[in-house]
């Protein structure tokens, strides 16, 4: 491993660190599914949380991307590395853009949310996804989801040597397009269990402990479909019974 993937890799994980150290100290002002206000200023604290959620969350799963980074930089072909080879600011320009793609899906999700409250009384939401009906439903859709045929062509574009092997481009310019490709398939991926942690689990520690664990497993340990299923398996079952049994 060279020094520059040892500072890059060492540096995601330290962010990813602190913003989990963050998100604990921030976990008292989370907003439940029954805060959601359009108010400019919600609206900027939410973008904020979710943000750092993300980074906690995602940058563990990034490192063997920005690993295979560099390896694959320096083995391509001239034409392809235009631009020049892969450094720590084109490394750092790639999670950038990666970083500021899941934010603006964050405030999409969030301005959805609260365009519903300002539609709906904001009681019968946050009661309806804090049901045994509205948890049940949430979690055949993440179920039914997980076992989809985006769901599984996104997986297997967010593997490092897949998406490297692929469309890995040279120069500033490269390194900004594939963050935010990358992220395309990352939220392909992962925004169905984002808008389940968001409602149900309202961003608890906890969970997103759980939901982080899940991702890396899926995306980072195990190459393939199977862990996958599997979680959509689990969550179709948890689902069914909770609707069974309230």
């Not at 520059?4 to 963050?22: D, N, T």
């Not at 853009?97 to 301005?111: F, K």
């Not at 996958?228 to 398996?233: A, E, F, H, N, P």
């Amino acid at each position: 491993m060279t020094p520059e993937q040892l500072f890059v890799a060492g540096g995601l994980l330290v962010v990813a660190l602190v913003s989990w150290w963050i998100t604990v100290v921030q976990q008292s002002t989370m907003m439940d599914s029954g805060m959601f206000s359009l108010e400019p200023i919600a609206l900027i604290l939410f973008a904020s949380s979710w943000t750092i959620g993300m980074v906690a969350m995602m940058f563990p799963t990034t490192v063997p991307m920005m690993l295979m980074f560099f390896h694959v930089g320096r083995a391509a072909t001239p034409e392809i590395r235009a631009g020049g080879g892969p450094t720590v600011t084109k490394a750092a320009l790639f999670i950038a853009s990666y970083i500021a793609v899941w934010a603006a899906v964050g405030v999409l999700i969030y301005l959805a949310i609260g365009a519903a409250n300002a539609i709906f009384p904001a009681s019968a939401l946050s009661e309806l996804v804090s049901s045994p009906l509205g948890i049940g439903m949430a979690s055949l859709i993440v179920g039914f989801y997980q076992l989809s045929p985006i769901k599984g062509e996104c997986l297997d574009k967010c593997h490092p040597t897949n998406f490297l092997f692929k469309y890995y481009r040279g120069g500033r310019v490269g390194a900004v397009k594939m963050g935010i490709l990358y992220a395309k398939y990352c939220v392909g991926c992962c925004w169905v269990m984002m808008v389940f942690l968001l409602l149900v689990a309202t961003m608890g520690v906890l969970w997103m402990s759980v939901f982080a664990g899940l991702i890396f497993i899926e995306r980072a340990i195990v190459h393939g479909k199977w862990p996958s299923r599997l979680i959509g398996i689990a969550f179709l079952s948890a689902g069914g019974i909770r609707l069974i049994i309230p």
